[in-house]
């Protein structure tokens, strides 16, 4: 009997297509001597989408992509320069509308240093850590509004909304994970003396959790504090837990000083699977560069190794990871010269 | 005719009284050929004076602060392990309190690099910028909640508050500040993909000023980029503008860029002038060091030479800014040697 893995693809915007290109080649080379039928649907979802037929994320969509075991997400977001797109909307009403609708709660962010990537810090250490990034809450939850706006007496909110339910689970997803790391060690970053209400949630979760987990350590770092060790010592760090808004900055800044936001791939994790995770390099769609097969796929193959880890093929994603380490530690022969789908081939081939 | 200056000194707790003195010292000696007589009132408050007496910040002292030409702080905060004191209780009522009561809209963070002082980057480039933060609305407003606290039900909030009125006022004051500099750019630093409403206040209000200084070029850029260009590339900053939250975590990161924390000095500006404005090192109380005579009072120095310049003493100001520059020149030698009054001594001897 062989299993088969039904994966929703959305390549998107910009450089989108061109990345998850390479990743599914490599997905299905890592798949090819396993017990699996790999079934790829596409869907053409984005802003180029939006202007060709004004749906962003339709209810019919959303069910049909429900159906499916992950989904591989390559990017969305049309150029900044772009006024026929209101700013934003794609992001929220098709990206962060799958995250919310699909209960991702673990945004899960990896950071590790690679041999021979160079680091804009002159002496970063051993990176390795993992920010697990809440998904579903915190400021992002929309529950904004404004008041006369264009007038002198505007009046613009944003509430972070933060429930015990969803701090929980992603809290304890981070002590999960931290014990089954050699480190065992979990940072809470947030902003607790400003943020009182948030942050005492979170603190207390943080508290509470670690009672079951005397094995794991923990300490806790305001987001500004933790910023700073980011770029004076980020090897401190094992596993990172923190809310939707401190995760988005934190894990940007990660990317950057472990070797640039090309390698950082991400998880949408819906923990209790009701729903298909979502798998997407942290960076955007680069429309400046879109179409020139200069974008470095290695993060969108990185998510797809994350997938497969997801799906129940680990071993299958250790092979592409190891590709990537070995394709990574040659880079330094050809310096910046090898198309999107050079890289993607070299990274295929070198799957054992 | 003599003018007199009339400052209130709040050394707080931690190195606080350590690094204030030294500003002390440095602020004497840079105003001693000036016509002015400077008059000090030190004020006891911070964590160690609410101890002792239950006074985090009274209305009677915050009138007698009042009266004064500007503050000179240096930082409050209890260890972080001392369970008599509430989390976050000093910070907000006392620091946050000062900040909010006088009005210091404008919270000025200036970072540059000084030669042979190291940065984690390995080529930081030329830094020269000043962020603009915005000090009395966003999410340090206070405005939040939390409901069925401690049941798994619990809910907590924290509303961003945005105005025309405190977004303009600030925006304005940053296309002013780069009309003076060689390099006249603003970059506003948000995220309004996500927090569309208050976003689209601060990008309507940028782009309204701008239109007011034709000379003056501005861009945008989301927080999670900007914390990326903040290590790839700092020297493209010239003037940021930002909000009270987003500007807390990029001064705590540009200060570690640039060389260290201990470096970097701010002002919380009234720039109406209608309450005296209020000079603080970017950095804490650093309980673990306190005490020791280990602490830099550098950023207090620079702090107290953007408190003169305020006050209508620029060329003190000047003098007080290249003793600290030959002072950082030289100090390789010390490496790390010389105790906080020696650095005291040492800048206050270099003031011509
Ligand atoms: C595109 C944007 C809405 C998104 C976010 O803020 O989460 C992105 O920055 C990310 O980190 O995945
Ligand atoms: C102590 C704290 C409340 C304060 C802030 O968040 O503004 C500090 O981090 C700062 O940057 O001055």
């Given amino acids: ?8 693809v959305i390549p998107g915007d910009g450089i989108g297509p061109e990345v ?21 649907s596409e869907y053409r979802l984005g802003a180029e989408h939006w202007l060709a037929t004004g749906e962003t994320l339709s209810d019919g969509t959303l069910a049909e992509l429900r159906r499916h075991d992950a989904i591989l997400f390559g990017a969305v977001g049309a150029a900044p320069g772009d006024t026929r797109i209101p700013s934003g909307l794609i992001e929220r009403e098709m990206l962060l509308k799958l995250r919310f609708a699909m209960d991702h709660y ?24 993992i920010v697990v990034r809440e998904g579903t809450e915190g400021p992002y939850v929309g529950n904004g509004g404004a008041l006369r706006v264009g007038t002198p007496h505007e009046i613009a909110t944003e509430v972070s909304v933060n429930t015990a339910h969803g701090v929980e689970r992603v809290v304890r997803d981070a002590f999960r994970r931290a014990a089954d790391r050699p480190r065992r ?13 948030a942050g005492h949630l979170w603190r207390r979760t943080v508290e509470a959790i670690a009672a079951e987990y005397p094995q794991v350590s923990h300490d806790y770092l305001h987001i500004d504090a933790a910023t700073i060790f980011m770029t004076t010592d980020p090897a401190r760090f094992d596993v990172i837990v923190t809310d939707n808004l401190f995760g988005d900055i934190l894990t940007d800044l990660a990317g950057a000083v472990s070797g640039g936001i090309g390698l950082a791939a991400s998880g949408n994790l819906n923990m209790d699977r009701t729903a298909p995770s979502m798998f ?3 960076h955007g769609s680069a429309p400046d560069i ?27 994603a250790r092979r592409i990871e190891a590709a990537v380490e070995a394709d990574i ?11 999107t789908s050079q890289v993607g081939d070299a990274i295929a081939a070198g799957v054992s």
């Avoid at 998850?20 to 790829?40: P, S």
Wanted: hydrophobic residues 45%.
């Fill in 185 to 197: 060690k979990v940072t809470l970053v947030h902003k607790h003396n400003v943020l009182v209400h």
């Fill in 290 to 316: 879109a179409g020139q097969q200069k974008a470095d796929p290695t993060a969108a193959i990185l998510s797809a190794a994350m997938l497969l880890e997801h799906v129940g093929l680990p071993a299958a």
């Fill in 20 to 40: 998850i290109a390479e990743a599914v080649k490599v997905l299905k080379k890592a798949t090819q001597n396993e017990d699996v039928r790999l079934v790829l």
């Fill in 329 to 339: 530690a040659a880079r330094p022969q050809f310096s910046g010269t090898r198309t």
């Fill in 106 to 129: 673990v945004n899960l962010r990896p950071s590790k240093s690679y041999a021979g990537v160079p680091s804009p810090l002159a002496d970063p250490g051993t990176i390795d850590f």
């Fill in 280 to 282: 997407e390099p942290v």
């Fill in 1 to 8: 009997m062989t299993n088969t893995i039904d994966l929703a």
